[in-house]
């Protein structure tokens, strides 16, 4: 049987000669962080203090292990935006006395996004080039790989929780929780009589 898709373009939904229209959608750094600590710390709310240290294999991190080298992320990519390197050993991280307990783990991880974000807002020109380890690259570049490695860590989180019994958060994926309930700039039927939403292409998988 053939399987129909879309392949959708997102273009801006106030692609439809309305210019003067300001997007509502944000999409900057400081936002985009400011949005991921607040589903990251939904995550670690989520799970009960007595399954921190759930593992789902034995070979892999547990629920605290993952959640401190998210962290530990964090802190190092903001220390490369600077100019430095957070040489931190993960080893020893995950075995401070502090940071054994739910309580200890979250107040970490709340405090590597504002280190991030505030390292991000004190930058003059993120478009200058400081290195990723030993690789030529700008600051912009690095808080964005720095992003996508607290996505891909949280991202493991909602199997951690399935398996013991717990439901994820819902999808925070575009807004910050005072945002959620910003209106929208067109209805679905005035959307979809839009050029933009016309020139999407219909295309068939033959495989």
Known sequence: MK?????ILFLPFISIGQNDVTPKI????ITDYERAKEFTLKYLNTMPADKYSYKPTPEILSFREEALHLAGGNYRYAAMIAGGYDASNFDEIFKRPE????EGVIAWVDKS???MINQIKSEENLDDNTYYYRWNCSKNCLARKGFEHQSHHRGKW????RLVGEVPPGEQLIWKDEDRNTPRDISREDWQMTPDYKKYKKVVDKN
């Open 3 to 7: 399987n129909f898709f879309y392949i």
């Open 26 to 29: 944000a999409c900057d750094l």
């Open 99 to 102: 940071l054994q307990t739910k």
């Open 113 to 115: 996004y504002d280190v």
């Open 158 to 161: 909602a199997i951690y929780l």
